[in-house]
Protein backbone atom coordinates (compact mmCIF):
# COMPACT_ATOMS: atom_id res chain seq x y z
CA UNK A 1 0.00 0.00 0.00
CA UNK A 2 1.28 3.25 -0.56
CA UNK A 3 -0.03 6.77 -0.24
CA UNK A 4 0.10 9.57 -1.81
CA UNK A 5 2.95 12.06 -0.51
CA UNK A 6 4.49 15.39 -1.38
CA UNK A 7 6.26 14.66 -4.55
CA UNK A 8 9.65 15.63 -3.92
CA UNK A 9 12.34 16.40 -6.89
CA UNK A 10 14.56 13.41 -7.28
CA UNK A 11 17.96 13.69 -8.11
CA UNK A 12 19.12 11.60 -11.46
CA UNK A 13 20.52 8.21 -9.79
CA UNK A 14 22.29 5.57 -11.83
CA UNK A 15 20.13 2.26 -12.02
CA UNK A 16 22.00 -0.99 -11.59
CA UNK A 17 22.29 -1.55 -15.00
CA UNK A 18 24.95 0.99 -15.17
CA UNK A 19 26.89 -0.68 -12.80
CA UNK A 20 29.98 -3.11 -14.31
CA UNK A 21 30.24 -6.25 -12.95
CA UNK A 22 33.41 -7.29 -15.32
CA UNK A 23 33.95 -10.29 -16.96
CA UNK A 24 33.17 -13.52 -15.16
CA UNK A 25 30.90 -16.69 -15.34
CA UNK A 26 28.67 -17.64 -12.91
CA UNK A 27 29.50 -21.53 -13.30
CA UNK A 28 32.90 -20.06 -11.78
CA UNK A 29 31.02 -19.50 -8.36
CA UNK A 30 28.69 -22.62 -8.22
CA UNK A 31 30.23 -24.63 -5.34
CA UNK A 32 30.69 -28.23 -5.37
CA UNK A 33 28.68 -30.66 -3.44
CA UNK A 34 31.42 -31.15 -0.86
CA UNK A 35 31.37 -28.15 0.09
CA UNK A 36 29.86 -26.90 3.14
CA UNK A 37 28.39 -23.03 3.36
CA UNK A 38 26.75 -21.03 6.54
CA UNK A 39 24.63 -18.93 4.28
CA UNK A 40 21.48 -19.59 1.75
CA UNK A 41 23.66 -20.34 -1.77
CA UNK A 42 20.55 -19.28 -4.17
CA UNK A 43 20.43 -15.78 -1.87
CA UNK A 44 23.90 -14.90 -2.94
CA UNK A 45 24.01 -16.51 -6.81
CA UNK A 46 20.60 -14.78 -7.36
CA UNK A 47 21.21 -10.94 -6.61
CA UNK A 48 24.45 -11.83 -8.82
CA UNK A 49 23.04 -13.22 -11.77
CA UNK A 50 20.51 -10.27 -11.74
CA UNK A 51 23.97 -8.17 -11.77
CA UNK A 52 25.06 -9.84 -14.64
CA UNK A 53 22.26 -9.83 -17.15
CA UNK A 54 21.98 -5.99 -16.15
CA UNK A 55 25.65 -5.33 -16.95
CA UNK A 56 25.30 -7.41 -20.06
CA UNK A 57 22.40 -5.07 -21.51
CA UNK A 58 23.13 -2.81 -24.35
CA UNK A 59 23.57 1.37 -24.08
CA UNK A 60 19.72 1.07 -25.21
CA UNK A 61 19.02 0.78 -21.72
CA UNK A 62 18.69 4.44 -21.01
CA UNK A 63 15.81 4.04 -18.28
CA UNK A 64 18.08 5.32 -15.11
CA UNK A 65 17.71 8.63 -16.51
CA UNK A 66 14.30 8.60 -16.12
CA UNK A 67 13.39 6.24 -12.76
CA UNK A 68 14.89 4.65 -10.21
CA UNK A 69 13.11 2.05 -7.95
CA UNK A 70 14.38 3.48 -4.74
CA UNK A 71 14.08 6.91 -5.84
CA UNK A 72 11.09 7.52 -8.25
CA UNK A 73 11.05 9.83 -11.02
CA UNK A 74 14.41 11.54 -12.15
CA UNK A 75 13.83 15.77 -12.73
CA UNK A 76 13.96 14.64 -16.57
CA UNK A 77 10.91 12.45 -16.47
CA UNK A 78 8.82 15.08 -13.59
CA UNK A 79 9.37 17.48 -16.22
CA UNK A 80 7.33 15.46 -19.08
CA UNK A 81 4.99 14.88 -16.57
CA UNK A 82 4.56 18.53 -16.30
CA UNK A 83 3.92 19.22 -20.32
CA UNK A 84 1.70 16.19 -21.35
CA UNK A 85 -0.51 15.90 -17.97
CA UNK A 86 -0.57 19.83 -18.42
CA UNK A 87 -1.76 19.04 -22.07
CA UNK A 88 -3.91 16.62 -21.23
CA UNK A 89 -5.89 18.93 -18.72
CA UNK A 90 -6.15 21.71 -20.71
CA UNK A 91 -7.54 19.48 -23.46
CA UNK A 92 -10.33 18.66 -20.90
CA UNK A 93 -11.19 22.07 -19.81
CA UNK A 94 -9.16 22.75 -16.27
CA UNK A 95 -6.83 25.10 -16.79
CA UNK A 96 -6.67 25.93 -13.39
CA UNK A 97 -6.38 23.83 -9.80
CA UNK A 98 -8.84 23.02 -7.86
CA UNK A 99 -8.29 24.24 -4.24
CA UNK A 100 -10.27 22.95 -1.09
CA UNK A 101 -12.72 20.31 -0.70
CA UNK A 102 -14.13 17.56 2.00
CA UNK A 103 -13.61 14.19 1.67
CA UNK A 104 -17.42 13.31 0.96
CA UNK A 105 -17.02 10.79 -1.74
CA UNK A 106 -14.75 7.57 -2.28
CA UNK A 107 -14.05 5.72 -5.18
CA UNK A 108 -11.44 2.52 -6.27
CA UNK A 109 -9.94 2.43 -9.80
CA UNK A 110 -10.24 -1.11 -10.40
CA UNK A 111 -8.18 -3.71 -13.57
CA UNK A 112 -10.55 -5.41 -15.73
CA UNK A 113 -8.17 -7.31 -17.36
CA UNK A 114 -4.24 -8.43 -16.79
CA UNK A 115 -1.65 -6.10 -17.33
CA UNK A 116 1.54 -4.28 -15.75
CA UNK A 117 1.04 -1.27 -13.43
CA UNK A 118 1.93 1.93 -14.53
CA UNK A 119 1.55 5.98 -14.09
CA UNK A 120 1.07 6.18 -10.14
CA UNK A 121 3.69 8.69 -10.06
CA UNK A 122 2.15 10.55 -13.01
CA UNK A 123 -0.86 10.71 -11.32
CA UNK A 124 0.70 11.58 -8.06
CA UNK A 125 2.32 14.47 -9.27
CA UNK A 126 -0.59 15.37 -11.24
CA UNK A 127 -3.03 15.77 -8.10
CA UNK A 128 -0.28 17.06 -5.83
CA UNK A 129 -0.58 20.04 -8.31
CA UNK A 130 -3.96 20.13 -9.81
CA UNK A 131 -6.46 18.73 -7.34
CA UNK A 132 -4.37 18.62 -3.85
CA UNK A 133 -7.36 17.86 -2.05
CA UNK A 134 -7.62 14.12 -3.40
CA UNK A 135 -6.49 11.41 -1.12
CA UNK A 136 -5.15 8.45 -3.35
CA UNK A 137 -4.05 5.04 -1.98
CA UNK A 138 -1.86 2.63 -3.94
CA UNK A 139 -2.80 -1.18 -3.97
CA UNK A 140 -0.13 -2.08 -6.67
CA UNK A 141 2.64 0.51 -7.40
CA UNK A 142 4.53 1.38 -10.78
CA UNK A 143 6.00 -1.86 -12.50
CA UNK A 144 3.54 -4.28 -10.65
CA UNK A 145 1.44 -6.88 -12.46
CA UNK A 146 -2.01 -7.35 -11.50
CA UNK A 147 -4.69 -9.36 -12.32
CA UNK A 148 -8.49 -8.66 -13.51
CA UNK A 149 -10.66 -7.71 -10.90
CA UNK A 150 -7.73 -6.44 -8.60
CA UNK A 151 -8.45 -2.99 -6.79
CA UNK A 152 -5.47 -0.44 -7.91
CA UNK A 153 -6.55 2.28 -5.99
CA UNK A 154 -9.10 4.08 -3.76
CA UNK A 155 -9.51 8.06 -3.62
CA UNK A 156 -11.09 10.20 -1.60
CA UNK A 157 -12.09 13.84 -2.34
CA UNK A 158 -14.96 15.86 -2.97
CA UNK A 159 -17.21 14.34 -5.98
CA UNK A 160 -16.93 17.67 -8.12
CA UNK A 161 -13.09 17.12 -8.22
CA UNK A 162 -12.72 13.76 -8.66
CA UNK A 163 -15.60 13.57 -11.44
CA UNK A 164 -13.73 16.36 -13.12
CA UNK A 165 -10.03 14.26 -12.38
CA UNK A 166 -11.74 11.06 -13.03
CA UNK A 167 -11.29 10.89 -17.29
CA UNK A 168 -7.44 12.24 -16.90
CA UNK A 169 -6.08 9.88 -14.29
CA UNK A 170 -8.01 6.66 -16.47
CA UNK A 171 -6.49 8.09 -19.33
CA UNK A 172 -2.56 8.47 -18.47
CA UNK A 173 -3.02 5.13 -15.90
CA UNK A 174 -4.71 2.77 -18.87
CA UNK A 175 -2.28 4.32 -21.65
CA UNK A 176 0.87 3.66 -19.92
CA UNK A 177 0.06 0.39 -17.42
CA UNK A 178 -1.01 -0.61 -21.97
CA UNK A 179 2.37 -0.14 -22.92
CA UNK A 180 4.12 -1.76 -20.38
CA UNK A 181 2.10 -4.80 -20.90
CA UNK A 182 3.07 -5.05 -24.31
CA UNK A 183 6.64 -4.12 -23.38
CA UNK A 184 6.39 -7.47 -21.27
CA UNK A 185 4.90 -9.56 -23.85
CA UNK A 186 7.16 -8.79 -26.14
CA UNK A 187 10.28 -8.87 -23.71
CA UNK A 188 9.31 -12.15 -22.69
CA UNK A 189 9.79 -13.78 -25.86
CA UNK A 190 13.20 -11.67 -26.91
CA UNK A 191 13.94 -10.51 -22.60
CA UNK A 192 16.88 -7.40 -23.16
CA UNK A 193 16.34 -6.94 -26.71
CA UNK A 194 13.25 -5.27 -27.32
CA UNK A 195 13.39 -1.69 -27.51
CA UNK A 196 11.36 1.63 -28.76
CA UNK A 197 12.27 3.84 -30.47
CA UNK A 198 11.46 7.94 -31.11
CA UNK A 199 8.01 7.27 -32.70
CA UNK A 200 5.89 7.49 -29.45
CA UNK A 201 2.47 9.09 -28.43
CA UNK A 202 3.68 11.08 -24.91
CA UNK A 203 7.39 11.35 -25.45
CA UNK A 204 9.53 10.35 -22.53
CA UNK A 205 6.44 9.00 -20.37
CA UNK A 206 6.37 6.35 -23.53
CA UNK A 207 9.72 5.13 -22.75
CA UNK A 208 9.46 5.38 -18.88
CA UNK A 209 6.30 2.64 -19.22
CA UNK A 210 8.32 0.39 -21.69
CA UNK A 211 11.45 0.57 -18.92
CA UNK A 212 9.08 -0.37 -16.37
CA UNK A 213 7.48 -3.48 -18.80
CA UNK A 214 11.29 -4.61 -19.11
CA UNK A 215 11.86 -3.19 -22.61
CA UNK A 216 14.79 -0.98 -23.64
CA UNK A 217 14.07 2.67 -24.10
CA UNK A 218 16.76 3.38 -26.89
CA UNK A 219 17.45 6.81 -27.19
CA UNK A 220 15.24 9.48 -24.81
CA UNK A 221 15.82 12.34 -27.60
CA UNK A 222 17.83 13.23 -30.47
CA UNK A 223 20.68 14.55 -28.34
CA UNK A 224 20.71 11.74 -25.61
CA UNK A 225 22.73 9.24 -28.11
CA UNK A 226 24.05 10.05 -31.66
CA UNK A 227 22.04 8.22 -34.80
CA UNK A 228 23.21 8.94 -37.94
CA UNK A 229 20.87 7.96 -40.61
CA UNK A 230 20.85 8.77 -44.47
CA UNK A 231 19.16 11.95 -44.46
CA UNK A 232 21.81 13.36 -42.04
CA UNK A 233 25.06 11.76 -44.46
CA UNK A 234 23.64 13.34 -47.21
CA UNK A 235 22.94 16.54 -45.91
CA UNK A 236 26.35 16.15 -44.07
CA UNK A 237 29.06 14.92 -46.72
CA UNK A 238 26.86 15.78 -49.91
CA UNK A 239 29.90 16.25 -51.67
CA UNK A 240 30.88 12.26 -51.54
CA UNK A 241 29.28 9.90 -53.30
CA UNK A 242 27.87 7.16 -52.51
CA UNK A 243 25.98 6.09 -48.62
CA UNK A 244 29.09 3.38 -48.23
CA UNK A 245 31.76 6.01 -48.70
CA UNK A 246 30.07 8.50 -46.39
CA UNK A 247 29.69 5.81 -43.96
CA UNK A 248 33.44 5.41 -44.14
CA UNK A 249 33.85 9.19 -44.04
CA UNK A 250 31.96 9.91 -40.86
CA UNK A 251 33.04 7.55 -39.02
CA UNK A 252 36.49 7.54 -39.37
CA UNK A 253 36.40 11.64 -38.64
CA UNK A 254 33.78 11.54 -36.03
CA UNK A 255 34.89 13.14 -32.72
CA UNK A 256 33.90 10.52 -29.91
CA UNK A 257 33.31 12.91 -27.31
CA UNK A 258 30.61 14.55 -28.77
CA UNK A 259 28.17 10.91 -29.33
CA UNK A 260 26.65 11.08 -25.96
CA UNK A 261 25.28 7.78 -24.76
CA UNK A 262 26.61 5.96 -28.20
CA UNK A 263 26.94 5.99 -31.36
CA UNK A 264 24.80 4.24 -33.99
CA UNK A 265 24.82 4.38 -37.88
CA UNK A 266 22.66 3.29 -40.10
CA UNK A 267 23.43 0.98 -42.82
CA UNK A 268 21.18 -0.28 -46.11
CA UNK A 269 23.46 -3.51 -47.73
CA UNK A 270 25.65 -6.12 -45.99
CA UNK A 271 28.58 -4.40 -47.35
CA UNK A 272 27.95 -1.13 -45.69
CA UNK A 273 27.65 -2.75 -41.81
CA UNK A 274 31.05 -4.91 -42.95
CA UNK A 275 32.29 -1.84 -43.61
CA UNK A 276 31.35 0.17 -40.44
CA UNK A 277 32.64 -2.62 -38.74
CA UNK A 278 35.98 -2.89 -40.36
CA UNK A 279 36.49 0.74 -39.61
CA UNK A 280 35.34 0.37 -35.96
CA UNK A 281 36.86 -1.97 -35.06
CA UNK A 282 40.76 0.69 -35.32
CA UNK A 283 38.62 3.29 -33.69
CA UNK A 284 38.60 0.90 -30.83
CA UNK A 285 42.09 0.32 -30.39
CA UNK A 286 41.83 4.26 -29.46
CA UNK A 287 39.20 3.09 -26.49
CA UNK A 288 36.20 3.63 -28.44
CA UNK A 289 33.32 1.99 -27.12
CA UNK A 290 31.19 -0.49 -29.34
CA UNK A 291 29.57 1.03 -32.56
CA UNK A 292 26.36 0.42 -32.99
CA UNK A 293 24.88 -0.71 -36.37
CA UNK A 294 21.16 -0.16 -37.18
CA UNK A 295 20.56 -2.89 -40.26
CA UNK A 296 17.47 -1.36 -41.69
CA UNK A 297 14.80 -2.76 -43.14
CA UNK A 298 16.96 -6.33 -43.73
CA UNK A 299 14.50 -9.01 -42.15
CA UNK A 300 15.58 -11.80 -40.01
CA UNK A 301 17.71 -13.98 -43.06
CA UNK A 302 19.43 -11.11 -43.59
CA UNK A 303 20.20 -9.79 -40.34
CA UNK A 304 21.30 -13.69 -39.58
CA UNK A 305 24.21 -13.35 -42.71
CA UNK A 306 24.93 -9.80 -41.62
CA UNK A 307 26.08 -11.28 -37.73
CA UNK A 308 27.70 -14.65 -39.40
CA UNK A 309 29.66 -12.33 -42.03
CA UNK A 310 30.93 -10.33 -38.56
CA UNK A 311 31.98 -13.21 -37.00
CA UNK A 312 33.72 -14.63 -39.58
CA UNK A 313 35.82 -11.83 -39.68
CA UNK A 314 36.47 -11.29 -36.18
CA UNK A 315 34.35 -7.56 -36.32
CA UNK A 316 31.34 -9.16 -34.63
CA UNK A 317 32.98 -8.27 -30.77
CA UNK A 318 33.39 -4.49 -31.90
CA UNK A 319 29.84 -4.00 -33.10
CA UNK A 320 25.93 -4.26 -31.37
CA UNK A 321 23.86 -5.00 -34.34
CA UNK A 322 20.09 -3.34 -34.05
CA UNK A 323 17.49 -4.55 -36.66
CA UNK A 324 14.84 -2.08 -37.48
CA UNK A 325 11.64 -1.97 -39.46
CA UNK A 326 8.99 -4.52 -40.70
CA UNK A 327 9.53 -6.29 -36.47
CA UNK A 328 6.25 -8.27 -35.56
CA UNK A 329 5.37 -10.02 -32.57
CA UNK A 330 4.25 -13.25 -34.52
CA UNK A 331 7.63 -12.80 -35.93
CA UNK A 332 9.69 -12.38 -32.82
CA UNK A 333 11.04 -16.16 -32.78
CA UNK A 334 12.77 -15.44 -35.67
CA UNK A 335 14.22 -12.47 -34.86
CA UNK A 336 15.30 -13.31 -31.76
CA UNK A 337 17.55 -16.18 -32.85
CA UNK A 338 18.99 -14.32 -35.43
CA UNK A 339 22.18 -13.17 -33.62
CA UNK A 340 21.31 -9.53 -32.85
CA UNK A 341 21.77 -7.46 -30.11
CA UNK A 342 18.32 -5.29 -30.16
CA UNK A 343 14.94 -5.09 -31.90
CA UNK A 344 13.77 -1.93 -32.19
CA UNK A 345 9.87 -1.12 -33.06
CA UNK A 346 7.19 1.33 -32.32
CA UNK A 347 5.15 -1.53 -31.96
CA UNK A 348 5.07 -2.14 -28.31
CA UNK A 349 4.50 1.65 -27.36
CA UNK A 350 2.41 3.17 -30.64
CA UNK A 351 0.25 0.10 -31.50
CA UNK A 352 -0.87 -0.78 -28.20
CA UNK A 353 -4.00 -0.91 -26.58
CA UNK A 354 -4.74 0.56 -22.92
CA UNK A 355 -5.29 -1.43 -20.17
CA UNK A 356 -8.86 -2.30 -19.39
CA UNK A 357 -9.76 -0.25 -16.04
CA UNK A 358 -12.08 1.68 -14.63
CA UNK A 359 -13.36 3.91 -11.61
CA UNK A 360 -16.44 3.65 -9.76
CA UNK A 361 -17.61 5.68 -6.61
CA UNK A 362 -18.61 3.62 -3.73
CA UNK A 363 -22.21 3.06 -3.96
CA UNK A 364 -22.22 2.81 -7.97
Keep these: MRSRNAVAVKEDV????????????????????????????????????????????????RGHVLWSAENGPTRMLLASFDRWVGALLADDGIDMPFMGGSNDVEATIIARSDGIVVGTAAIDHMLQIWAPSLKITWWASDGKRVTKGKEIATIQGEREVLLAMERSILNV????????????????????????TRKTVWGLMDKWAVHLGGGLTHRLNKFDATMI??????????????????????????????????????????????????????????????????????????????????????????????????????????????????????AINRGTSPLDISMLMTGA
Design 173 to 196: LGQLSGIATEAKRWSAIAPGQIAC
Design 14 to 61: PSISTISCGCFGLSKLVPSRNMAFDINWFEVVEPLAHLVAEASRPPHD
Design 229 to 346: KENDLASMLDDIDGHANRIAHYLQEVDLETCGAFLEVEVRENKEAIIAAALWAKRREEGAKKLVIMLDNFGPERCKEVAQELTEMSLREHVILEASGGIQFEDLDQWHECGLDVLSTS
